[in-house]
């Protein structure tokens, strides 16, 4: 079996595609996997990580509004295509999956115009306008959320929740916190804005730091490359301080599985691919969802956990307010409603989503 995974610019879309390839080869041990990115995303650091190979073509989102760039993206749509099919054809791929960001766009595409079977998968309850247009292409969409049927044509969903990889499942605390030499006896935060940084997120985080180092309470705290620079001068926080003992400020974590395993609460955005995996280890969260997504997907995701008390919402604009801090050393201190929320937050786990698409892979290259 020879497959290619396309997805990417975020750890949102590259997670869920590392989990389905991770089923397969569990699955089927001389399946060979094919990734295709963009130099631009995360992908380009993260693949190699995994143990995948990759493939890069040149593309760029479109702007939904006429720019004077729009002809640069459209010429860049072009060779993107140009430069998938030529692979597609280097490789001759049995199926083509498509997990979300522009770059899985002239890839599913290709495919599809190839006559090579193709499934795209869906992280949010609202699409993004790749998938959209995708979906009248692919053989299948696989969707996370029931809520996003509506989108696309009936007769291509499938209902399979959003792929975990499997070493974020059963982590041990213990090991987890030893990674950054935590005490396993005081709680801990860990901070985490998305792959990118939030910087409204990671400015209110730096004002409650000293409350946090009074109550002896430690924080892990991802940052995103692009702001970690100005935390840290802004801290001025430097790496076994005994100022900031119990604090530790990182740009990004590759080895998420451990940081989430470390943790007894987490502060968070709220996209589909975090959600799954706080919820498949029921950590308690504080979520603050980003005013910045497409049809305020975010702010929906949130609102589930919340509603099912696995979860407390917090606007962005309620970040410069004492509701935040108030909240989270509340949270932190609540032992009792901690392992509620945890117990909340189980529940709403999907564990087999991997197991599902393989299963749809199957069906579609028999």
Known sequence: MKVI????????????????????????????????????????????????????????????????????????????????????????????????????GPVVFAAALKGIPTIIHEQNAFPGMTNKILAHFASKIAITFKESEKYFPKNKIVLTGN?????????????????????????????????RGAKNINNAVCDIIPSLIE????????????????????????KNDNKFKGVVIEPYIYNMQDALGACDIIISRAGATILSEITALGIPAVLIPSPYVANNHQEYNAMSLEQNGAAVVIKENQLKSDIFKEQVISLINNKEMLAKMSSNSLKLAVLDASEKICNLIEELIK
């Open 215 to 238: 109550q002896n309470i430690q924080l892990l705290f991802v940052t995103g490359e692009t702001q970690y620079d100005e935390i840290v001068k802004k801290l001025n926080y430097k």
């Open 5 to 104: 995974i396309s997805g990417g610019g975020t750890g949102g879309h590259i997670y869920p595609g590392v989990a389905i390839a991770k089923k397969l080869k569990e699955r089927h041990s001389n399946c060979e996997i094919l990734f295709i990115g963009s130099k631009n995303g995360l992908e380009k650091k993260l693949i190699p990580k995994e143990g995948f190979k990759i493939n890069f073509i040149t593309v760029e989102g479109l702007n939904k509004k006429l720019s004077l760039k729009t002809p640069i993206s459209v010429m860049k749509a072009f060779k993107g295509y140009f430069q998938a099919a030529s692979i597609i054809k280097q490789f001759k791929p049995d199926i083509v999956i498509g997990t979300g960001g522009y770059v899985c």
């Open 163 to 195: 792929p975990i990889r499997s070493q974020i499942l059963n982590q041990n605390k213990s090991k987890c916190r030893a990674v950054w030499k935590f005490d396993i006896n005081r709680p801990l935060i860990l901070v985490v804005g998305g792959s």
